[in-house]
């Protein structure tokens, strides 16, 4: 079982910046994926973005790629995003997830546990 807790969310006016933090514990393997997923009202959730363990390999979907930039500190096992420029559209709740596996995600489907979520609001 892996815990994933997320934290940074809230309310950003357009053209703002915001950073999500996530923890995780548990049963993690040695090497692993961690990522971001949102699902913004009325809609499925979507692949965000997503980094390798080392950090060298990172994913974005189009919409965020030049805004959003995803990181992580695997000695403490956590993983940022900072997302800048937002835009209404990010609305959003914001799910931290992990792949156990190996190769970096790009699908929501890829990756195997994922938090809670907070949400992030962008105002025009």
């Known amino acids: 079982q892996v815990q994933l807790v997320e934290s940074g969310g809230g309310l950003a006016q357009a053209g703002g910046s915001l950073r999500l933090s996530c923890a995780a514990s548990?049963?993690?393997?040695?090497?692993?994926?961690l990522g971001w997923i949102r699902q913004a009202p009325g809609k499925e959730r979507e692949f965000t973005a997503a980094?390798?363990?080392?950090?060298?390999?990172?994913y974005y979907e189009p919409s965020v790629s030049g805004r959003f930039t995803i990181s992580r500190d695997s000695a403490n096992d956590t993983v940022y995003l900072q997302m800048d420029y937002l835009k209404p559209e990010d609305t959003a709740v914001y799910f931290c997830?992990?792949?156990?596996?190996?190769?970096?995600?790009?699908?929501?489907?890829?990756?195997?546990?994922w938090g809670r979520g907070t949400q992030v609001t962008v105002s025009s």
């Open positions: 980094i390798s363990w080392s950090g060298r390999t990172t």
């Open positions: 548990g049963h993690t393997s040695s090497t692993y994926s």
């Open positions: 997830a992990v792949r156990l596996d190996y190769g970096v995600p790009t699908r929501v489907a890829e990756f195997n546990y």
